[in-house]
């Protein structure tokens, strides 16, 4: 496999010698020139493509923000109600129930 000519990137994990495989997709994105200067210099720096300079620095971001936070029940901005039973056969609340309790049943 040639990373530059099949669309996946592979690497062999560290932490479990397996091969992985990801796919990548394309991106366009407008970055300040200061920003991107830097990037760029870093890159040849390091010895790396800007695009996988990139890719790492998004899996950092990603590693550390990328989990979403649980919302408390209070912090909604909807009462949140817990409890009651299932409903009964034929008392379920579909779309046809619901227009049928709005509007009649049409008949």
């Given at each position: 496999?040639?990373?530059?000519?099949?669309?996946?990137?592979?690497?062999?994990s560290q932490?479990?010698g397996l091969?992985?495989?990801?796919?990548?997709?394309?991106?366009?994105?407008?970055?300040?020139?200061?920003?991107?200067?830097?990037?760029?210099?870093?890159?040849?720096?390091?010895?790396?493509?800007l695009k996988?300079?990139?890719?790492?620095?998004?899996?950092?971001?990603?590693?550390?923000?990328?989990?979403?936070?649980?919302?408390?029940?209070?912090?909604?901005?909807?009462?949140?109600?817990?409890?009651?039973?299932?409903?009964?056969?034929?008392?379920?609340?579909?779309?046809?129930?619901?227009?049928?309790?709005?509007?009649?049943?049409?008949?």
């Amino acid at each position: 496999m040639d990373p530059e000519t099949e669309p996946y990137t592979w690497l062999v994990s560290q932490q479990t010698g397996l091969l992985v495989i990801f796919e990548q997709m394309k991106m366009t994105f407008d970055l300040p020139a200061d920003i991107a200067q830097r990037l760029r210099v870093l890159a040849a720096e390091e010895g790396i493509k800007l695009k996988d300079l990139m890719a790492e620095a998004c899996r950092q971001f990603l590693t550390h923000h990328g989990k979403p936070q649980k919302r408390k029940a209070g912090k909604l901005p909807f009462p949140l109600f817990k409890g009651g039973h299932p409903a009964k056969p034929g008392e379920e609340l579909t779309p046809e129930r619901v227009a049928e309790i709005l509007w009649g049943s049409g008949q």
